[in-house]
């Protein structure tokens, strides 16, 4: 059965995640208020028990695939979506959850569980985009509300997202803040992350933990180097690099260049 309405219908999904981004959707409050009249909100779990069926016209996609019924359900809501957003750094890279990518994943659910034979997973976090097209993702952990009011309203209207993809470092020349790399010799990962959180850490002296990614034009080795300079050791700047979007390319590249250049220095001690 196929829901009729005057307005494009949307839908929200939840997969591995904390729930975070959707409930970022709920706070935009009376931004939120706007978007509901120019579209309808058909299923939303989290927000509300009445349900219209499907198929929509647009699906919106928090948390990364990290289970056999994951990788089903996820093809099964791009067959049945017009477009698909996926929001929030689980969705977009893995999350949190991909650190499990550079580990052993029966040794973790040994330590975890009870009864880790009765866990079925994957030994992988992957994003929805090594599963099924994407047609946008929107960066962030968790996402800001914002650009998620935007993100909505611009596929509502058929157009395409007004989101920046340049670094943090310009939001913190627009806020007036003072460089803490530069003024306190803090770590900071702003240089190379895509803006949108505001410069949260960075407006409270702290160093930007690059929640939404890497920027557009990026250089992480440089970064690094920087990094480095201001007394970063290798196994701190793998963890660094291994946060919110320890899977996406840029991040992923710098953080196993230090981790083969640590290996190669235990390896000299040990001779």
Request: aromatic fraction near 8%.
């Amino acid at each position: 059965m196929t829901t009729t309405t005057t307005t494009p219908t949307v839908a929200v999904w939840k997969f591995a995640s904390c729930d975070g981004c959707q409930l970022n959707l709920l706070n935009a409050e009376d931004e939120l208020l706007d978007v509901a009249e120019a579209v309808t909100i058909a299923y939303f779990p989290e927000a509300t028990r009445a349900m219209l069926p499907g198929p929509y016209d647009v699906s919106i996609v928090e948390g990364s695939i990290t289970t056999p019924e994951e990788v089903e359900r996820i093809k099964h809501v791009r067959e049945i979506s017009g477009a698909l957003i996926t929001i929030g750094a689980c969705a977009t890279h893995g999350g949190i959850q991909a650190l499990r990518n550079y580990a052993d994943v029966e040794e973790y659910t040994r330590y975890v569980y009870a009864h880790p034979e009765y866990i079925e997973t994957l030994e992988t976090s992957t994003p929805i985009s090594e599963h099924v097209k994407v047609d946008f993702e929107l960066r962030g952990c968790p996402v800001d509300k914002y650009q998620l009011v935007e993100v909505i309203s611009a596929f509502a209207q058929g157009r395409r997202p007004r989101i920046p993809t340049y670094s943090v470092c310009v939001e913190c020349k627009r806020a007036g803040n003072i460089c803490v790399p530069v003024a306190h010799g803090t770590p900071c990962l702003g240089p190379v992350t895509q803006a949108g959180c505001g410069a949260i850490c960075p407006s409270f002296n702290r160093g930007c933990y690059a929640c939404f990614g890497p920027q557009d034009s990026q250089n992480c080795h440089g970064m690094a180097d920087r990094l480095a300079a201001l007394g970063m050791t290798s196994e701190e700047m793998i963890r660094a690099y291994r946060t919110f979007n320890a899977t996406c390319e840029p991040f992923q590249a710098e953080s196993l260049r230090h981790e083969r250049a640590r290996k190669a220095g235990a390896e000299e001690v040990e001779a």
